[in-house]
């Protein structure tokens, strides 16, 4: 990863260590750099997906009916960082656990990242990935998108709960023939998104 990616990454990552308008901490910055080259060692990055001209049964329903309005078709995917990052996480968390809470951070943002970068590879009229449990959407539906994708075969697993393993992995979809680039503007849950009523927005984006 290039200095201009971690720089674009990094917003992200201090979202998912909570931080609300705290100004830069070097000593949390030096950490993230050793976290994210870190995970650049020990990811093992997977990414399953299918494309669909009409949308499966099961997104026959709010909110993907909304999500998927005006799309000419959708992609079903999963993805997963491996267990090694889950193996790694764990033993800090013994051993030094602010190191463990900063690389479960880096981590999250670090799986966006390279999801979003292997799907510019898939089409340039796609919209952001929507994941069940988005927008009050059941958790349960990752079992759908597991009958679809058998993703099983790369190391992922749902728990009782419909939670994902390891757990630095994802599933959803993505509406085909639909903007691009991820915008509050564009988004059709701006007017519930806790985030824009912190102020904040839910991703980063390069040049802003």
């Known amino acids: ?28 910055d030096a950490l993230i750099v050793e976290c994210v080259a870190e995970l650049e060692k020990i990811a093992q990055f997977r ?92 958790l349960c539906d990752l079992r759908e998108i597991f009958g679809i994708l058998s993703p099983e075969k790369t190391g992922m697993s749902l728990n009782e709960s419909d939670f994902m393993l390891p757990s630095k992995s994802m599933a959803g979809i993505i509406a085909v023939g639909k903007a691009a680039e991820k915008s509050c503007a564009g988004c059709f849950m701006a007017k519930t998104c806790n985030y824009l009523k912190e102020g904040r927005r839910c991703y980063s984006q390069k040049g802003k």
Request: charge should be neutral.
């Open 1 to 28: 990863m290039n200095s201009s990616d971690l720089e674009f990454l990094r917003p992200q990552i201090y979202n998912y260590l909570g931080f609300r308008g705290v100004s830069a901490d070097p000593k949390t």
């Open 47 to 138: 990414y399953l997906y299918r494309l669909f001209d009409e949308p499966p049964k099961f997104l026959a329903k709010e909110p993907y009916k909304a999500y998927l309005e005006g799309s000419r078709g959708v992609i079903i995917c999963a993805m997963t960082l491996g267990i090694s990052v889950d193996r790694e996480i764990n033993r800090l968390f013994r051993v030094d656990a602010a190191r463990a809470v900063v690389l479960d951070s880096c981590a999250s943002a670090y799986l966006e990242f390279r999801a979003d970068e292997y799907e510019k590879k898939l089409g340039s009229d796609l919209a952001p990935r929507f994941c069940p449990g988005y927008g009050g959407s059941p």
